[in-house]
């Protein structure tokens, strides 16, 4: 069964940059595509954005030129790059498999004040 550890997030202001990690144990993790994934307070989960075996990459509308994913396979580690971090990004965010098939860790907090 995978683990997913998140790690990076933190208390920004608007127009800020984090940089959210995720380390995945119990998997061939170059096998996967993996996705962050983000659920703001009385929201559903989101896909924020995917990243495929081959590096190709996908964003939610509301992220693209903002958000890039990343992955080092030699680290099992997915990356998220957040650049011009908007309040409305505020929210748990999450990695898990494109497919979200996983059992969900525990999410990084992003705060982002206005």
């Known amino acids: 069964q995978a683990q997913l550890v998140e790690s990076g997030g933190g208390l920004v202001q608007s127009g800020g940059s984090l940089r959210l990690s995720c380390e995945a144990s119990g998997l061939t993790f170059s096998s996967y595509a993996m996705g962050w994934f983000r659920q703001a307070p009385g929201k559903e989960r989101e896909l924020v954005a995917g990243?495929?075996?081959?590096?190709?990459?996908n964003y939610a509308d509301f992220v693209k030129g903002r958000f890039t994913i990343s992955r080092d396979n030699a680290k099992n580690t997915v990356y998220l790059q957040m650049n011009s971090l908007k309040p409305e990004d505020t929210a748990v965010y999450y990695c898990?498999?494109?497919?979200?098939?996983?059992?969900w860790g525990q999410g990084t907090q992003v705060t982002v004040s206005s």
């Open positions: 990243i495929a075996i081959t590096g190709s990459r």
């Open positions: 898990n498999g494109y497919l979200a098939a996983w059992s």
